[in-house]
């Protein structure tokens, strides 16, 4: 069973600093994507960022030269560095992974990450 753990959200002020932290456990086969969404009140559930097994990494517009999405499959975990933090970044953020050929995919229960003006 599959299971990913979110941490690191908070409270943090405009301009400020966060990283999130996704542990994952369990069985799961590479090829694999690991990345972070969103979820603002009311709001439905947007991309942030991706990270393939491979490396490659694929990011929202609205995060693009702020946020940086990394991934050590040594340790089994997927990050988000996320500075010059905007109160629009505000939401849950839900960590997920999705394999490559059997689109079987998991969600986390996410953490939440609150940036106040």
């Known amino acids: 069973q599959v299971q990913l753990v979110e941490s690191g959200g908070g409270l943090v002020q405009v301009g400020g600093f966060l990283k999130l932290f996704c542990a994952a456990s369990?069985?799961?086969?590479?090829?694999?994507?690991m990345g972070w969404y969103r979820q603002a009140p009311g709001k439905q559930r947007d991309l942030v960022a991706t990270?393939?097994?491979?490396?490659?990494?694929n990011y929202a517009d609205s995060v693009r030269d702020r946020f940086t999405a990394s991934r050590d499959d040594n340790k089994r975990t997927l990050y988000l560095e996320m500075h010059n933090l905007k109160p629009e970044d505000t939401g849950v953020y839900y960590c997920?992974?999705?394999?490559?050929?059997?689109?079987?995919?998991?969600w986390g229960q996410g953490t939440q990450v609150t940036v106040s003006s």
């Open positions: 990270v393939s097994s491979g490396g490659n990494t």
């Open positions: 997920h992974l999705e394999e490559t050929y059997s689109r079987r995919d998991y």
């Open positions: 369990g069985s799961f086969s590479r090829p694999n994507r």
